[in-house]
């Protein structure tokens, strides 16, 4: 699942890609280099980005979207609001990836009319007060509980059982402990019978771990936390750099998966 930021303000790659040819020539290229899904989004959610409007959210993915999709690019729409789904899965998206896992009340109904895939991450308040002291008395447990009771509000609104995906939300209201605990307990969330999406991509528990590290610099840590994870049951990693990413993840299958 390749990255396509069309924002000002994300963590990784802000403004790069805020011109709608840049964000669209980064998606093929993104597909070129075997991304299977491209996720599209307008509004960042790094720690402590401001909200963004529903009208700009739109204005800056809908054109990236139809493009990639008259391209038979299949596209994710990155977003939390029903209204900018809606706009999206017009525009040829074929999947929502909430990162609040259906907390606009019109979400799941949306979806499964429209007969979308969704993707429900966990997030511990929003993203201007998610990285406040986050605390759980277990993470993991914790984390897969509430996912689990997303998915069955999904699965009650509609939404078929294989088209539902969990996240822990690496890096959403977590410290550097509850992120490596969700990574070194995969096989705990893959349990509960949803394929399980991990994003660690170029997170900024890794500088926490390892020192000051640019965005670009951590696509290698990003590669072995992906590899553990997919050895734990992943289903599909969400990256930055896709390269790479198909990379680890094509020699992990072949270790983990060929002989096993």
């Not at 969400?238 to 680890?248: F, N, W």
Request: aromatic letters at 4%; charged letters at 20%; glycine letters at 10%.
């Amino acid at each position: 699942m390749g990255i396509v930021n069309v924002t000002p303000d994300s963590f990784s790659d802000g403004g790069r890609f805020l011109a709608h040819d840049a964000a669209i020539a980064h998606g093929l290229a993104m597909t070129e280099a075997g991304a299977d899904l491209v996720d599209v989004g307008g509004e960042s959610t790094r720690p402590g980005a401001a909200e963004v409007g529903t009208d700009i959210e739109i204005d800056r993915v809908v054109p990236v979207v139809r493009a990639l999709a008259e391209r038979e690019v299949l596209v994710s729409i990155d977003t939390s609001k029903a209204e900018v789904a809606a706009a999206a899965l017009a525009a040829g998206a074929v999947v929502v990836n909430d990162v609040t896992a259906l907390g606009d009340p019109g979400m799941a109904d949306l979806v499964a009319a429209a007969g979308a895939g969704v993707i429900l991450m966990h997030m511990l308040g929003s993203p201007r007060t998610m990285q406040a002291d986050p605390h759980y008395v277990d993470v993991v447990a914790e984390v897969r509980d509430f996912l689990v009771a997303r998915a069955e509000r999904a699965e009650g609104a509609g939404i078929p059982r294989e088209a539902i995906c969990i996240d822990p939300g690496i890096g959403f209201g977590k410290n550097l402990d509850h992120n490596l605990a969700l990574l070194a307990n995969v096989p705990a969330l893959a349990a509960a019978g949803y394929p399980v999406v991990m994003g660690a991509s170029r997170k900024s528990w890794m500088t926490h771990l390892l020192g000051d590290l640019s965005p670009e610099e951590r696509d290698p840590v990003t590669a072995v936390a992906h590899a553990l994870a997919i050895a734990g049951g992943a289903s599909m990693i969400r990256v930055h750099d896709v390269v790479m990413g198909l990379r680890s993840a094509r020699t992990t299958d072949a270790i983990v998966r060929s002989f096993a």
